[in-house]
């Protein structure tokens, strides 16, 4: 009697997928069957981790990995682990956090790896320029997939958010024509989204957190369609302020999408006649109240960066040039939130970690630019966990 050959050995020890999975769609899981073929297990990168729900990053990092997880045959769910990265907006640190992250995420289930040995695949799909990443990890082993269906996951959401949009600037689930519009926009996505997925989306809605991050996107998408007609995108330029007294930074809270809620730094848009210097000092002054005079702030001055990683706004291309003041140990100074701030607040810098999901945009990333909020590794706190 002959038997059956044996399986062949898989080509590597582990597989690596990158991606935010906002949501995870077919073509996502094209790349996932790709990578399970590849290897007995495979670590699946998820980016985009520990920051606010926004319009562009609605879930979070482990509601992803459980989508992904539930569009996965049972048989097939050991073999993939998660891994939550967050969004540096600094290559090299990104792509440091990923490499040690992957490597303790295999590490604690048993793999040994030789990368020099080609013991890591990567699978990707080269999309655009923000598929760049994936060559930025010498060592391990490309697989580029080419896409076979046309999926587009901010086309997804669009969708998705618009059925929420039942008259012009009007967001609203408990609207009789709400279910219709829902129902339509889920149909639309059966043949790019897993039954799985689309149970979730449906479910999502009844939170709080589907109205207004409907709004927000209704509210940004206004917003580029105003500067739709110029010759070329525009590039913005901001300013925003840290101030430090005794272990508490002053923070404001922002009272208008997007971003409504949610903590940032002092801060604001350049004005044509004045320096950065000026418009930082101008901008504290109006949304916190706070002011000393030029010879204090020159004093209190510790430092300043410029961040201008293409992807840190959800309002577009924006660039701000942030200060950072310290005042010593003194009283901290009366400061109340104004303009376009519904709160300002001195907030000890020993709370800032616990708060990161809490921040607009990349403003936690600065702090951590300055004080050095998060360690240089950060595979010792990341959580990796399987199926």
């Not at 050959?5 to 790709?34: C, D, M, N, S, T």
């Not at 879930?59 to 997880?69: C, D, G, H, P, T």
């Amino acid at each position: 009697m002959n038997r059956p050959a044996p399986a062949p050995e898989p080509a590597h020890k582990a597989a690596v997928l990158i991606g935010r999975f906002q949501p995870f769609h077919r073509g996502h899981g094209q790349l996932l069957e790709h990578a399970l073929a590849l290897a007995d297990r495979v670590v699946v990168v998820i980016g985009s981790a520990h920051q606010a729900r926004t319009a562009k990053n609605p879930w979070s990092w482990s509601e992803r990995a459980e989508l992904i997880r539930l569009a996965l045959p049972e048989a097939q769910r050991e073999r993939v682990l998660f891994l939550p990265v967050r969004d540096y907006y600094n290559n090299a640190r990104w792509t440091q956090a990923v490499r040690s992250g992957v490597a303790a995420c295999l590490a604690d289930a048993g793999v040994a790896v030789d990368e020099a040995q080609g013991g890591i695949a990567l699978v990707g799909h080269f999309k655009d320029a923000s598929s760049q990443y994936l060559a930025q990890f010498p060592g391990w082993v490309l697989h580029p997939v080419a896409r076979s269906i046309d999926i587009d996951a901010t086309a997804i959401r669009a969708s998705y958010f618009d059925a929420a949009q039942v008259a012009p600037g009007v967001c609203r689930t408990d609207h009789p024509a709400f279910a219709a519009r829902l129902q339509a926009a889920l149909a639309a996505c059966a043949d790019t989204l897993h039954d799985s997925t689309r149970e979730f989306l449906r479910a999502w809605t009844h939170r709080p957190d589907y109205t207004r991050l409907a709004a927000e996107w209704e509210m940004l998408r206004e917003y580029q369609l105003s500067w739709s007609g110029a010759p070329w995108p525009p590039v913005f330029v901001t300013v925003d302020v840290l101030v430090r007294c005794d272990d508490a930074v002053l923070l404001v809270q922002r009272g208008q999408a997007p971003g409504q809620g949610l903590w940032a730094l002092p801060g604001g848009f350049i004005d044509p006649r004045e320096t950065t210097w000026q418009s930082a000092l101008r901008e504290l002054r109006e949304e916190t109240g706070l002011e000393r005079s030029i010879d204090d702030w020159r004093a209190a001055h510790r430092g300043q960066a410029v961040f201008d990683h293409p992807d840190r706004s959800l309002r577009g291309r924006t660039i701000t040039h942030a200060f950072y003041f310290d005042l010593g140990a003194g009283p901290r100074p009366l400061v109340e939130g104004a303009d376009d701030a519904a709160l300002a607040r001195w907030m000890p810098v020993a709370s800032l970690p616990a708060l990161e999901a809490h921040f607009l945009d990349d403003h936690f990333h600065m702090l951590d630019h300055f004080l050095g909020l998060t360690p240089p590794d950060d595979a010792r706190i990341l959580t990796a966990v399987g199926g």
